[in-house]
């Protein structure tokens, strides 16, 4: 299935993210709980000396030198070099009839790790993550004993050395995988799947395929697509392949499809928000007119006869859903909208007068606010043509300027103040945009962006 939305994280962005998974995975490792330590030696013209390391402390591990890198088919490789870790802890030492206790310090240097991340999605369609593999070699360990008998120890530390080695790369790994499953596992699954945009419609966001690694990016493949709270139903045309763009100068990139959008016309169609009124209160007061029928009757006569000096209301609706095109010049749409006349008689009841077919050549700007895609929508002139009437026949041109009029002062600010509010991107928890590129392509738009993360 193609998707009707694609986010895209390039190189610096997956840099920027590791930047900030690096940072919790030091403070993961500094807390490593190291087991005792116990055993025997043979040591020349001493004998048999029976040693216990206990109360082993991890002062600090760092993770100076680390890069990420997007494996195709395969995920995401962690790489960490010349990480180094200071360790301390006490040592009690028998032999023959002595006994002693003191303390020890341990240097490990030229820590390597390699960590692969598996990228996939459950059936929810959220993503997952897991460690698919993960390596670990310590190249040195150093361990310095303090205290009357130090001296015994540093005779065998090679043996003691090699023992820490093992277990500080065994732990090392089982610390990652619990950092991935706990952290980030639990992070990422704040991409939100569905969206709630108001009390009509929302937003599936979910994965339509597992994230794909390519030698550049990181690339997820969303549902995109909106649908009615009170009736989802099958949408009746499919998206068309997104030809993305190979631009990296942004940490992140997402394509809205034309698809998209249109699924959001027909989210709002039927739930039959796509219906507006026109009436008295809400003509502008500079705008030298009154809604009723002596404004119309210069144009219907039999109007006058009718219904005299009586206040008029206009219900605009759209008999199909408006369906947009997304091309490299920008947004347009050409909806059409019934627009049925009634005079409001004395009892508040309604008279229809007349219905309207009103064509009307619509173009969009978009951009990216608060993580909200918002935009805003510009008209040129009205065509009108008469699809009934209850009044007579009469011209239609003649009342063009009028409704010209009273749909770009009453209809289109609150279509504008609607799409101001926007809709919301798919972005994981505590994550700002800035920088935003929005450009036009061939069936979509692409917006770019670089990302900051906000901690806790």
Known sequence: TNPGFVVRITQAGLDYAHQQGITILEKELAQLKLPDISGDSRVLRVGKVRYELSRLRLRDFHLPYSRITPISNAGLQVSISNAFAELDGDWRVKFLFVRDHGSFDLKVENVYIKIILRLGSDSTGKPTMSTSDCSTRISKVHVLFSGKFGWLYNLFHSSIESRFRKIL?????????????????????????????????????????????????????LKGEFYSLAHRSTVPFSPLPLAFPSDHDHMVYFGASSYFFNTASIAYHKAGALV????????PKDAGFSLNTSIFSAFIPQLEEM??????????????????????????????????????????????????????????????????????????????????????????????????????????????????????????DRIQLSNILVR?????????????????
Do not use: W
Not at 200 to 207: C, P, V
Not at 276 to 283: D, G, K, Q, R, Y
């Open 169 to 221: 790369e065994d732990k090392v790994c089982d610390n990652v995988a619990k950092s991935v499953h706990n952290e980030l596992q639990t992070y990422i699954r704040t991409l939100p799947v569905t969206a709630r945009i108001d009390d009509k419609t929302g937003i599936d966001y979910s994965l339509v395929a597992p994230p794909r690694a390519t030698a550049q990016s990181l690339d997820a493949d």
């Open 276 to 283: 507006f009124e026109i009436t008295e209160a809400m003509i």
């Open 307 to 428: 219904y005299p000096n009586m206040p008029m209301k206009f219900r605009l609706s759209a008999p199909t859903a408006p369906f947009l095109t997304i091309a490299p010049g920008g947004i347009s749409l050409k909806p059409i909208v019934d627009a049925q006349a009634y005079a409001i008689l004395p009892n508040s009841s309604l008279a229809p007068l007349f219905l309207l077919s009103l064509v009307r050549n619509v173009s969009a700007v978009i951009n990216v606010r608060s993580g909200r895609i918002v935009g805003s929508l510009d008209v040129g002139r009205i065509r009108l043509s008469l699809k009934d009437s209850a009044v007579g026949t009469f011209q239609v041109r003649m009342m063009q300027s009028l409704m010209n009029i009273l749909t770009s002062s009453t209809l289109l600010p609150r279509l504008n103040a609607r799409l101001d509010e926007g809709f919301p991107l798919p972005l994981l």
């Open 440 to 456: 036009f392509h061939q069936n979509f738009l692409l917006l770019g962006a670089d990302v900051h993360f906000q901690p806790r």
